[in-house]
């Protein structure tokens, strides 16, 4: 039997079967047959999916909770944030960035160069629409998308052949409880909603965390005249963003070419102890692990100065240990110290979301909503699911797989998503059902 004529008997005996009159709340929702990959996420991954698989042919959506492109970058970036890796580092499938755009482009030069790529491939994300239920169908070999959009929440249910997961490793902010939170009397936010240090004028601010934001921030504030603490609770590689005129990355991606991972682990602490100086003497004590060798064990990504360091040696940035507990105009440290403070940010990272929405245990963890499999090999799962950008190697490694999925998808495609969408239109469906196609161009 052909995967046609199956599809036909199993919804058929969906139709007339009594028992799956559980699913019967779907039928009031809209249902739309995607004929190539629905992709969740419009970040750079999903756009970059999106483009290699436009360039091969095979249509794709692209749905995202978002009223834009890159929402994290638009919505939940400070303002003065730049890529932290040159530029051709960071660049898209297929698109260059401008070529007078400068080593290390500013947000808004990030977002012109999405904006640019999005409207050059005709991508055209739908927008306000949140995916709550993502679920593979084994009688039918088709995904189930179950979204809610706008403000009255109306339901769509979107069928599918090849669903791409591409909402990413920062979908959500880390917010962790401190003792006495509820007791503090200024603001405690998280970084997400930080902009600039204009309001922080001449304030006490504790930043709480020391990855690439909270140093940033914790520099951000220092150009504007307020006095900002930083706590570090954990040991943290500190690299230069430059060493000997090349930027630190793209010098260990060279070296790593000829030499093993110590080795050059030890060159780049010798130039940072050079550049940097001793860090422990100021509270930022290096882990074991050489930076390199722990992002391949732990994912953890080193820190990249730009000028947080010297803030921190003149006094002007001051270390803290961990909080113990939080008074209505104070923080108590683990080593007995207690500070006043009109504000706390908590720099405090993110994570995935995919647990929340997607019913697959088997590609994704339930723990940490990452793939089970490393890098190079968490892009690909069972039955048409494929991720992209959790591979904790930026927009380096997600245009990587950006790409490896287009070519997967597109060896299926010629074969098999004509077949459905001929297919689709004779479906039955139960009463009162109508099922759209989505009205994509197929090359």
Request: proline share 6%; glycine share 8%.
């Amino acid at each position: 039997m052909d995967n046609n004529n199956h599809l036909k008997e199993v919804e058929g005996k969906r139709v007339h079967d009594h028992f799956n009159n559980k699913k019967a709340a779907i039928s009031a929702a809209r249902r739309i047959m995607v004929p190539g990959p629905v992709i969740v996420g419009a970040g750079p991954s999903g756009l970059a999916t999106a483009a290699c698989l436009t360039e091969k042919g095979v249509p794709s959506l692209i749905l995202e909770r978002a009223n834009c492109i890159a929402s994290l970058w638009q919505l939940k970036t400070y303002d003065r944030l730049r890529l932290h890796l040159p530029k051709q580092f960071c660049q898209l499938p297929l698109m260059p960035f401008p070529s007078n755009f400068p080593t290390y482009p500013t947000k808004q030069q990030f977002l012109t160069y999405l904006e640019t790529y999005t409207n050059y491939f005709g991508l055209d994300p739908v927008f306000n629409t949140t995916v709550v239920n993502a679920e593979y169908d084994h009688l039918s070999r088709l995904w189930r998308v179950k979204t809610q959009q706008g403000l009255k929440q109306e339901e769509t249910v979107y069928l599918c052949q090849w669903l791409i997961v591409a909402t990413g490793e920062n979908a959500e902010e880390v917010v962790p409880y401190i003792e006495g939170m509820d007791c503090f009397r200024g603001p405690i936010f998280h970084s997400s909603s930080y902009k600039t240090g204009e309001l922080f004028r001449d304030k006490n601010v504790l930043v709480v965390g020391c990855g690439n934001s909270g140093m940033e921030v914790s520099l951000d504030l220092c150009n504007y005249n307020a006095r900002p603490s930083l706590v570090v609770r954990d040991t943290v590689h500190v690299l230069p963003q430059e060493m000997i005129g090349r930027s630190t990355f793209g010098l260990s991606m060279c070296l790593l070419k000829w030499f093993p991972v110590r080795l050059v682990d030890q060159f780049l602490l010798l130039m940072s102890w050079l550049m940097l100086g001793d860090t422990s003497q100021f509270g930022l004590i290096r882990p074991k692990l050489g930076p390199l060798e722990l992002k391949n064990v732990s994912g953890k990504t080193p820190v990249l100065d730009v000028g947080t360091v010297a803030k921190i040696r003149s006094g002007n940035i001051k270390v803290c240990r961990a909080i113990k507990r939080l008074t209505h105009h104070a923080a108590e440290f683990i080593d007995g110290s207690i500070e006043n403070y009109d504000a706390i940010i908590l720099a405090t990272g993110y994570k995935s979301n995919v647990p929340y929405w997607l019913k697959d245990t088997e590609m994704f963890s339930e723990k940490d909503g990452f793939p089970r499999m490393e890098f190079p090999n968490g892009w690909k799962g069972a039955h048409g699911l494929y991720a992209v950008g959790f591979n904790k190697r930026g927009l380096l490694g997600a245009s990587i797989e950006a790409r490896r999925i287009s070519e997967d998808i597109e060896h299926q495609w010629n074969s098999e998503a004509k077949k459905l969408m001929a297919f689709s239109r004779s479906l039955p469906l139960p009463p009162n059902q109508d099922l759209e196609f989505n009205s994509m161009v197929v090359n």
